[in-house]
Structures are given as structure tokens and as C-alpha cells.
DNA sequence: CGGTAATTTAAGGTAAATTTAATGTTTTCA
DNA sequence: TGAAAACATTAAATTTACCTTAAATTACCG
């Protein structure tokens, strides 16, 4: 089960992390709203916990982004416990709320409560059908397919990944380490080579010319992004 | 919307009521668990608000009567807040607890958001279809079982539900953890061979050439989809 | 409690995917 | 202009994801 810890105080948001790590829950900490935005869109999640009171993208806000693409349980940590009851009571989108400061015990408890629940109705609703399209190129995140010109491309596990996000993300660079972050998850030393050579793959699937290619464009010293010329 | 409150304090039984009946839910007030269990025999009821300490039948034996009966959302109401956590956690049915002395904007705010979801959770199970279809493969989910080409598919219970999900989800591809989720409710570490083993009984009893699917799809990497292609 | 079915674990094999290695090309900068 | 760095490409080496089968374990029933 995958857990979504969103807390801008370093030292709560380790201990719950360490907590829940300890009973088996594979957690994702963000230090912000972005960050846990970041990781909901591209990691499953089964109950998020949420801190309120939160820089830039506060929890509320959070949430209700959430909501668009999940159902999932979320739980909120406050420091204020007025106004709670409104969030709860008039069915703006969160499950529970914990209030600082709070016992472990009862998160776990309040978590427990929520995945099982979660679990007995699949309230884990697979999202809804998503298709991305840039240029000609067409992502149908539901079956994993990828399409150019409505002809399909026969893209491996780490291609479609890459590709998808680019498509998420039209415009923006990314370095090769961000790339190796994101697609494969891990953030430790890295060949970058191993990213070059998988680029230099999906380009030969989806360019007209790989070598001058219409749609991944190197920015040298920088990166890459999806980036196709107006016409 | 039909709320059970049992509570053997007589003034706690009667402030909530009127809180809940200004509030628009109809109520069925039980000074102890054996009149309670009565009206859940004879009343529909949406939610119950349950006392821990009643005399005769408690709170906790209450509440494994009537999950044998319903699964409705049941706040608990209890002084004494060690091992609610447990109850909370371990599954044992109780969705949320309040503990005395508490304040009426809580509970109400709680008894909405269990409402929401329970609402939610019924409203999907509304939708769902009774006999689904996909190429040849036919489920009937009222008495469980599956065909293709109207022949009689011998499955045993994991293979049922991953068949099931999968054609409740056509096109949709799931991570092994996905379906184990789905089909095994865990919520710790699994090993995904078990998947592998199942997928592959599946197979074996649903295509035709087991060694090149017709139905269950492999993506390499990402997971499983059922797709048959197009004639 | 014994027998049987279902499920999980263990083990071996294979094809595909990924990574590494090697070489060539392009770009940048002194 | 030449050297260095960054990048691109291709193929070989390595790893991994997956499949299958059978043994071990667990669950269930009479």
C-alpha cells in the first residue's frame, strides 16, 4: 500500500514516514503541495495524509486537485481544529483529520480504518481513461499505448514511460537526471549514458528523421523536452 | 437518511437526537445494545452511533452482530480512548470513534463524511453490471461464474476475480501489485510470483494457446491488460 | 482427523529489455 | 582552430521480467 505524506516540518514528516515504513506501508514524503503533486501524478497511491498548513500549495488545495484525478482516502493534519468539522461535515473531500500534535497510534488506527474501507469498496477508482496528445502523437495512459498518426508504436516499458512523461510535461526540459529520477525511480548514482541510449531508442520509433528529430529536442548542456515547431 | 444512536446515558441519547433530528436524519434512539440490535433487525439503518459501555449486550459485541447482518459506517462512542486504536485499526468493523466528552459539530461533521463515503461506495455498487462481456469470455457476477463461447470455465476463486477485474476493466492495464491489491486485499509485501503462477492458471484454462494469449496480455515491465484484437 | 482442493513458494529456463562499451559527431570555448 | 565536453548511435554483454511446472503449505470439508 502506497502512502502520501505531504508535511512542510521535516521532523513529523520522518517520524510518520519511519511509522508507517515500520508497518509495512510503502510511503512517498513530499515537503510540499507541489512535490505531492508531482508524486500523485506519477506514482499509485492509496490514501494521501495532508498537512493543511502547507507553503504555496496549501492542503486544501491540494486536495481539491487531487480530486480530480483520485478518490482515495485523505486524511489531514492541523494545528487548527475549528473549521475541520466544516471540511469533514459539507463534503469537501477529505475522509478524517488528525490534530496536532497527534498520536502515532491514532494515525495508524485512522489509516487502518481508511484502507480497509477503501479496499472492502474498491474505492480505489482506476482512473478514468486519459488520453494525452501532442502534435500527432497520441498516449492512452489506461492501456499503455502509445500512437502516432493513430498507428501504434511499439514502445518497451522505459520508453513509454519516458514518453509519457514528456507528454505530461510538453515544453519542459528535463535534465538526464531528472529523467532517470522520474522514469526509474532511483536517486542514486547514475550512467548517463543509459538515459542517451534510450532517448536515442525512442527516437528511432517515434522521429520521422531521428536525426533531426521533430519532437525531442536536445537542449545541450540542459536536457530534453517535447517540443514540436508550430506549422 | 435512518441514524441508530445506542447510548445507555439518557441525556447523551436524547442531546444527540435532537442535534441529528435538527439536522434533518431520522433517528432510532436504543438505551442498550438488545434494543438496538432489535430496531437493526426490523429498521433500515444508514449509520450507527454506537456506545461502547452498555450494560448487557456492549458496544463491541453489538457491533459483531450486526456485521454479520450490514456494513454500514458505525462511530463508536467511548470514554476511554486506549484500544480504540486497535478496534479502529485492526479491522474489527468500527469506521470511526468519538471519545467523551466531545463536541456535537464533531460528530455531525463525522456522521457526514461517513455518509458521504458510504454513499459513494453504494452508489458504485449501483452501476455494476450483471453479466459482462468481452470477445468470447462472458461473466455472470450474480452466481459467479464464467464462460467462453457459453462453455463453462472451471475456476477457483483467485482466478474468478482476477477474471473479473480484468473484464470489468477491458483495455486497462494493471501492475502485478495492482491486481494483487485488487484480488488479494493485502496490504503488505507480497511476492509477485503468485501473481505470475495465477495469471498463468488463468491462461491455461481461458485461451486457446495458453503460450500466445489471445486475452491476457502481457506489457512487459508495466503489467497485464485484457485485450483481444479486433476481427 | 484425513483427504482434497486451493494457494503459495521454489526452481529452472528463456526471451526481451536494459545497461555497458565503443566509436563517431556536434557543439562550445579558449 | 583545435581540444574538450556533450551527445548520438550501435552492438555486445548483462540483467531482468516473465513463464511454467511441481513441491510445499494452507484451507476447507465431511
Redesign the pocket.
Known amino acids: 500500500m502506497n502512502i502520501l505524506i505531504a508535511e512542510d516540518e521535516t521532523d513529523i514528516r520522518n517520524l510518520i514516514k519511519i511509522n508507517l515504513e515500520d508497518n509495512q506501508y510503502k510511503v512517498f514524503a513530499a515537503k510540499d503541495g507541489l512535490e505531492a503533486w508531482e508524486i500523485l501524478k506519477s506514482q499509485e497511491i492509496h490514501l494521501a495524509v495532508l498537512d493543511v498548513m502547507m507553503p504555496g500549495l496549501d492542503g486544501f488545495n491540494l486536495l481539491r486537485k487531487l480530486r480530480t484525478i483520485s478518490n482515495i482516502p485523505v486524511i489531514f493534519l492541523t494545528a487548527r481544529m475549528d473549521e475541520m468539522d466544516k471540511v469533514l461535515g459539507l463534503g469537501l473531500g477529505a475522509d478524517d483529520y488528525l490534530v496536532k500534535p497527534f498520536s502515532m497510534n491514532e494515525l495508524l488506527a485512522r489509516i487502518g480504518a481508511q484502507l480497509r474501507r477503501s479496499h472492502e469498496y474498491q474505492a480505489q477508482k482506476w482512473v478514468d481513461n486519459e488520453v494525452i496528445e501532442y502534435g500527432a502523437l497520441t498516449i492512452d495512459k489506461k492501456s499503455c499505448t502509445a500512437y502516432k498518426d493513430q498507428i501504434p508504436l511499439?514502445l518497451?516499458?522505459?520508453?513509454y514511460?519516458l514518453l509519457l512523461l514528456l507528454m505530461e510535461n510538453p515544453e519542459r526540459v528535463f535534465t538526464?537526471e531528472q529523467l532517470y529520477n522520474a522514469v526509474?525511480g532511483e536517486n542514486y548514482y547514475?550512467?548517463?549514458?543509459?538515459?542517451?541510449?534510450?532517448?536515442?531508442?525512442l527516437?528511432?520509433k517515434i522521429e520521422t528523421d531521428?536525426?533531426n528529430?521533430e519532437y525531442?529536442k536536445?537542449?545541450?548542456?540542459?536536457?530534453?523536452k517535447l517540443h514540436k515547431m508550430e506549422v
Chains 1, 2 share one sequence.
Do not use: C, F
Not at 547514475?190 to 531508442?201: E, F, G, L, R, W
Not at 536536445?218 to 530534453?224: E, F, Q, W
Open positions: 511499439e518497451n516499458a522505459k520508453e514511460k538526464k526509474w547514475y550512467d548517463d549514458n543509459t538515459i542517451m541510449v534510450h532517448i536515442s531508442h527516437r528511432n531521428p536525426q528529430p525531442i536536445t537542449i545541450r548542456g540542459l536536457g530534453y
